[in-house]
């Protein structure tokens, strides 16, 4: 069966540090990737997606970025955090295919910037 | 206009009614559907896939109006572990993959 690991549960970083968030996948070859961010109290925002190795696509603009170095890991990363940065971060992932596919995720990462 | 909306709630209702949530979006070129729960501080989880004909898991109905881009969850006979936020997701393919967009929720509290 397929899972999907996340790590860490829970960050506090001060502004201005680095932010390395990895995520993997087992169980599955070449999965759609996501990163979502949920800030208090609102909605799951897509941040990033990916088909396979190397590509990313990007939603908004921001302070963060992503990279796929294999076929099932991912990882978000900043090189400067800012206050807004705090929110729940999260991982999923999907099969690829014609769109039929629910997305799985993983348990989470709660940061907060300080 | 957001790509997928929810009326955020809260609603809050007796244990044993019936509760409605709707969701429209705004890509005719959406593909397929979800419903998505999630309780406070975890990550969602499937709740069910919303077809076309309409589907049905115990207490939950979906439904899907292509023609008028709009999903529907009803829940029957509300219990308290029914309160959650409720999200409903829309998936559509792109040049980039499949694209996951996910409303902002709608939060229900079923009370005694």
């Known amino acids: 069966s397929q899972t999907i690991h996340q790590w860490p549960a829970t960050l506090v970083q001060p502004v201005g540090s680095p932010l390395s968030l990895e995520c993997t996948v087992e169980?599955?070859?070449?999965?759609?990737l996501y990163w979502y961010r949920q800030a208090a109290g609102r909605g799951l925002q897509l941040l990033f997606y990916?088909?396979?190795?190397?590509?990313i696509s990007s939603e908004v603009p921001q302070n963060l970025s992503a990279s796929r170095p294999q076929d099932r890991q991912f990882i978000l990363s900043s090189k400067k955090l800012l206050l807004s940065d705090s929110g729940f971060y999260l991982c999923?992932?999907?099969?690829?295919?014609?769109?039929?596919?629910?997305?799985?995720f993983g348990q989470g990462t709660r940061l907060t910037v300080v | 206009r957001k790509e997928v909306e929810q009326d955020p709630g809260p609603f809050n209702v007796p244990e044993g009614a019936t509760v409605a949530f709707n969701c429209t979006y705004s890509?005719?070129?959406?593909?397929?559907f979800f419903w998505y729960r999630q309780d406070c501080r975890k990550e969602p989880k499937l709740l069910m896939s919303?077809?076309?004909s309409g589907n049905e898991d115990g207490r939950f109905t979906a439904q899907l109006n292509r023609a008028s881009q709009y999903i529907s969850l009803l829940i029957r006979d509300s219990k308290l572990s029914d309160s959650a936020t409720y999200l409903c997701?829309?998936?559509?393919?792109?040049?980039?993959?499949?694209?996951?967009?996910f409303g902002t929720g709608t939060q229900l509290k079923v009370e005694l």
């Open positions: 997701v829309v998936n559509r393919v792109t040049g980039g993959g499949n694209k996951l967009t």
């Open positions: 169980g599955t070859s070449n999965p759609n």
């Open positions: 919303v077809y076309s």
């Open positions: 890509n005719s070129a959406s593909q397929s």
């Open positions: 999923a992932w999907s099969l690829t295919g014609t769109g039929g596919t629910e997305a799985f």
């Open positions: 990916s088909v396979g190795i190397g590509q």
